[in-house]
């Protein structure tokens, strides 16, 4: 399956395809030939567990959803200026899968032209234009949300946060504004929420006005965080006060990932209904589709722009048969029930490892979003970034694939394709436990270039120090310190 060698491959990358698109782990990066269910395979066929890849969500190449693409592939493609049964089908299902306000579609190509598209819908209806995003957040790479991205705007050449975008706090329990140490978890989203509260109050007194809020339902690169409970009830009832609309991006965890509810919203009440809904990333199990619920009155404000809305390939039936069938795969081979069970299971052996290893934090998540707060001091939660890199790489070399996340990159993210088993979760823990465990043995931690304390070596000697000091893998090979992976983001 390999049509050349991988230092050809790596050739032509370098040579055309733009540097900013990055690669994981850059200095040794994985040739990916072909992929089966929670398995991914390199040019020599080797098997890595995907932990990370909650785009393929019900397993890499399902036969159910290939064999749907093919069989549609070879009748007929087009756009949806013509009738076809995939679109309406795909839109009653879709919309029956949410509560009943929400009955209107718009399908897209990716969640970055559904959030785009969501901003206008918003706008059009609340006509405003100022938007209240979360610090940290992450909705996409077309340049209407790198502005509502302080994930991307915060950047060293990110552009900086633009007049029209208000950042609220992160509601981080763990290690934000307000934590777990001083308040209760209902104290804790009513307070986060009061912060947005204040937000539209000054854009008011600025004679400024919320077009919309937005945020994801649990925040991924933001560090896998889950909100309070109260909070999302509380800020959508000052956003629509203030005129706004409210906006759930469910793009990384929507389609039953947090096992309860087919969407992550839903955690946080019956009664708390977005006004607009995006979706993606999973929808597809890896083929570009995506979509946006709203109300009749939204997408009716919409129309009244009197301005079309025409997606050359949203929407078309080979995409429409794909997105079936994931919604029939996730029915018929439960797979929510699957993500709760396996997820609460992860969750648990997890927490065993933080008595032994101070390393771990934080443990958080729900059904297969999971997140692991390392840190270099559990009072201080000091974030423990280069070990975290550490870590990543050496599961790498143990056929694992882990990714970091956070604003310090310091948090381990967990969010395999559905599929992942009790047999999985146990290798990976045990592996985890395994690299803690060298870790701890070297007696040495890695310490940043300008944290050397009183006493202690340099970090460049400390580096060397480990790289000495740890004789081997389980595989027999020489183990160093490695800092070679890059936070990007699926």
């Not at 230092?7 to 370098?14: A, C, H, W």
């Not at 083929?287 to 301005?307: C, L």
């Not at 009072?379 to 890199?389: C, I, K, L």
């Given at each position: 399956?390999?049509?050349?060698?991988?230092?050809?491959?790596?050739?032509?990358?370098?040579?055309?395809?733009?540097?900013?698109?990055?690669?994981?782990?850059?200095?040794?990066?994985?040739?990916?030939?072909?992929?089966?269910?929670?398995?991914m395979y390199d040019e020599k066929d080797r098997p890595y567990l995907d932990c990370i890849n909650n785009v393929a969500h019900v397993g890499h190449c399902h036969p159910t959803v290939v064999q749907?693409?093919?069989?549609?592939?070879?009748?007929?493609?087009?756009?949806?200026?013509?009738?076809?049964?995939?679109?309406?089908?795909?839109?009653?299902?879709?919309?029956?899968?949410?509560?009943?306000?929400?009955?209107?579609?718009?399908?897209?190509?990716?969640?970055?032209?559904?959030?785009d598209l969501a901003l206008r819908l918003a706008r059009a209806h609340s006509k405003h234009h100022d938007v209240i995003t979360l610090d940290h957040a992450y909705h996409g790479h077309v340049t209407s949300l790198i502005e509502i991205s302080p994930y991307k705007f915060n950047q060293i050449g990110g552009g900086g946060k633009a007049d029209h975008v208000h950042v609220a706090p992160c509601p981080d329990s763990y290690r934000g504004k307000y934590r777990d140490t001083d308040h209760g978890l209902d104290e804790l989203g009513r307070k986060y929420a009061e912060d947005v509260k204040h937000i539209i109050a000054?854009?008011?007194?600025?004679?400024?006005?919320?077009?919309?809020?937005?945020?994801?339902?649990?925040?991924?690169?933001?560090?896998?965080?889950i909100l309070p409970p109260g909070y999302l009830k509380n800020v959508y009832r000052y956003v629509r006060e203030a005129g706004g609309v409210c906006i759930a991006d469910e793009v990384q965890v929507g389609f039953g990932r947090v096992g309860k509810h087919w969407w992550a919203f839903q955690l946080q009440g019956e009664d708390v209904i977005p006004d607009i809904c995006t979706v993606g990333k999973p929808m597809g199990n890896g083929?570009?589709?995506?979509?946006?619920?709203?109300?009749?009155?939204?997408?009716?404000?919409?129309?009244?722009?009197?301005?079309e809305y025409f997606n050359t390939y949203g929407g078309n039936p080979v995409s429409c048969a794909i997105a079936n069938a994931v919604l029939d795969v996730i029915e018929k081979d439960n797979l929510r029930e699957k993500a709760t069970r396996i997820g609460n299971y992860l969750m648990n052996i997890l927490r065993q490892l933080m008595d032994k290893h101070p390393i771990i934090g934080d443990i958080r998540g729900i059904g297969l979003f999971i997140g692991i707060d390392l840190v270099k001091d559990r009072?201080?939660?000091?974030?423990?970034?280069?070990?975290?890199?550490h870590i990543i790489s050496r599961m790498k070399q143990e056929f694992i694939l882990l990714s970091a996340d956070g604003p310090h990159r310091n948090i381990l993210k967990i969010k395999p394709p559905m599929v992942f088993s009790q047999k999985d979760a146990d290798r990976v823990v045990a592996t985890l436990d395994e690299v803690l465990t060298e870790m701890k043995q070297s007696g040495i931690d890695i310490m940043s270039d300008s944290s050397t304390k009183e006493g202690s070596v340099s970090p460049s000697e400390r580096r060397k120090l480990i790289e000495d000091s740890i004789e081997s893998e389980p595989h027999g090979k020489k183990q160093k310190i490695i800092k070679d992976s890059d936070g990007i983001k699926i």
């Open positions: 399956m390999e049509s050349m060698t991988k230092d050809d491959t790596v050739r032509l990358r370098k040579r055309h395809i733009g540097a900013s698109c990055k690669l994981f782990f850059k200095h040794d990066p994985i040739k990916i030939v072909r992929a089966e269910g929670q398995y749907a693409g093919v069989e549609q592939m070879s009748v007929l493609n087009t756009n949806s200026r013509f009738l076809h049964d995939n679109l309406v089908m795909c839109a009653k299902r879709l919309t029956s899968l949410f509560p009943s306000p929400l009955s209107v579609c718009f399908f897209v190509n990716s969640g970055s032209e559904a959030n000054k854009a008011r007194d600025g004679g400024r006005n919320i077009a919309a809020f937005i945020s994801e339902s649990l925040q991924s690169c933001g560090g896998q965080v083929h570009p589709v995506a979509a946006v619920i709203t109300t009749p009155e939204v997408a009716q404000s919409f129309a009244n722009t009197g301005v009072e201080s939660r000091e974030p423990a970034t280069a070990e975290a890199q």
